[in-house]
């Protein structure tokens, strides 16, 4: 019994830890803007396979993230840089309009409505980003045993359906706000992606900047 109970506190607190830091309502209306160019079905599908590639990297991360970031020498603060790099491009694409006057690499015409944009940026690292990584990476801290892991692996599930069914509800936002509508929110949120972007950057060099070994060398470095 008292197994139980631990496996579902291991369960509910993966949840709660992740869900403030996906945000799935907070994506809703960049997923929209990105997708606004789609037919329904193609929508339903870029988001199946998202949270899909969702789960697959915070499990992937679960299992053999720390192993993964030792071996290429990768920082949270590091992480959290690149994925702002990212975000901020595409939050410059959305509010210029970049990303509709010219395919997103060279030579490519694909017609934007086709484009895939599952994995990147809706699933890295709008869905699963640094912040979702790092706490991820915190989760293993609290398994013991495989079946821990499993716990925790299965709230990644669950926060993964969560996500897929809160924007799948955002389709009949398109009908309600029309095409001028969704025009200006995708400035808005280019502009809110940007921002987004430019503090993870600011977070991560925080976190570079406030590391216990830089700060103790440039200290040494500085004594007489």
């Not at 293993?140 to 925790?152: E, G, N, V």
Request: charged share 10%.
């Amino acid at each position: 019994m008292t197994s139980l109970v631990h496996l579902g506190e291991l369960v509910l607190g993966t949840v709660l830890a992740l869900l403030p830091v996906t945000n799935p309502p907070a994506s809703t209306p960049a997923f929209l803007a990105l997708t606004e160019r789609m037919t329904p079905a193609r929508r339903l599908s870029q988001l199946r396979a998202a949270c899909g590639f969702m789960a697959a990297i915070l499990l992937t991360f679960l299992v053999g993230g720390s192993l993964i970031m030792r071996f290429f020498g990768i920082s949270i603060p590091g992480l959290r840089i690149a994925g702002g790099l990212m975000v901020a491009g595409i939050g410059s694409s959305m509010l210029t309009g970049a990303a509709e006057r010219r395919p997103a690499d060279p030579g490519d015409d694909t017609p934007a409505g086709d484009r895939d944009i599952a994995f990147s940026p809706l699933a890295m690292p709008m869905l699963s980003g640094p912040g979702s990584i790092a706490v991820t990476l915190g989760l293993t801290s609290l398994a013991k045993t495989w079946i821990d892991y499993a716990a925790i692996a299965l709230g990644i599930v669950i926060v993964a359906l969560i996500a897929y069914a809160t924007l799948r509800l955002s389709g009949s936002i398109v009908a309600l706000i029309g095409r001028s509508g969704m025009n200006a929110l995708t400035k808005v949120m280019g502009f809110l992606l940007l921002c987004i972007g430019i503090q993870f950057i600011v977070n991560g060099v925080l976190g570079i900047a406030t590391d216990p070994a830089i700060v103790r060398s440039i200290r040494d470095a500085a004594a007489p």
